[in-house]
T-cell receptor, first 116, second 109 residues
Framework: SAVISQKPSRDICQRGTSLTIQCQVD?????MFWYRQQPGQSLTLIATANQGSEATYESGFVIDKFPISRPNLTFSTLTVSNMSPEDSSIYLC?????????????FGQGTRLTVV | GQNIDQPTEMTATEGAIVQINCTYQTSGFNGLFWYQQHAGEAPTFLSY????GLEEKGRFSSFLSRSKGYSYLLLKELQMKDSASYLCAVSNQGGKLIFGQGTELSVKP
């Protein structure tokens, strides 16, 4: 299994500012994903972080709002830009082993973001 | 479109058996996952089905019927610590997961 370190674990931010969330994996993985979980809701995929190229965003999410970096096979960042209270959510990094896309996805412990 | 349905909440008694159903309609299918999520924590993997049939893992079993777009998670010998949200998720392409809304299970003494 993969061990994922995500930080910060939580933060309280002022509206209009930006927060960068880091995701570090203890082994090289092909696929890294970023999810959002709004209060009382299930998980929604924001984007796939592609190594060496731009992230692939899901409908409703754009690069200007959620820029993503993936400089290598073990690390990715998600930035939540120009935050508003509606961005208050848990943000989760997820990885799948590179050798088989259809096995379990592992999740980081999440970043609980509150925007005031 | 993509649609995954599961009951919003269920209640069961300690020691009993509970079955949580999940139906799905997705543009592709590369497997179905069940996750457990306790409040304030990240989801943890429970099971994965890609072929029809039953997968058993201790007190937890998961069933899949691809032709019916249907799965269930079976929890036996319920314990109080099993009170959590149970998430059904389908992998459709490229390792991405589409999640259902989750079923909040309350286990009563």
């Amino acid at each position: 299994s993969a061990v994922i370190s995500q930080k910060p674990s939580r933060d309280i931010c002022q509206r209009g500012t930006s927060l960068t969330i880091q995701c570090q994996v203890d082994s090289q993985v092909t696929m890294m994903f970023w999810y959002r979980q709004q209060p009382g809701q299930s998980l929604t995929l924001i984007a796939t972080a592609n190594q060496g190229s731009e992230a692939t965003y899901e409908s409703g999410f754009v690069i200007d709002k959620f820029p993503i970096s993936r400089p290598n096979l073990t690390f990715s960042t998600l930035t939540v830009s120009n935050m508003s209270p509606e961005d208050s959510s848990i943000y989760l990094c997820s990885v799948s082993p590179g050798w088989a896309m259809n096995t379990e996805a592992f999740f980081g412990q999440g970043t609980r973001l509150t925007v005031v | 479109g993509q649609n995954i349905d599961q009951p919003t909440e269920m209640t069961a008694t300690e020691g009993a058996i509970v079955q949580i159903n999940c139906t799905y309609q997705t543009s592709g299918f590369n497997g179905l996952f069940w996750y457990q999520q306790h409040a304030g924590e990240a989801p943890t993997f429970l099971s994965y089905n890609v072929l029809d049939g039953l997968e058993e893992k201790g007190r937890f079993s998961s069933f899949l019927s691809r032709s019916k777009g249907y799965s269930y998670l079976l929890l036996k010998e319920l314990q109080m610590k099993d009170s959590a949200s149970y998430l059904c998720a389908v992998s459709n392409q490229g390792g991405k997961l589409i999640f259902g809304q989750g079923t909040e299970l309350s286990v009563k003494p």
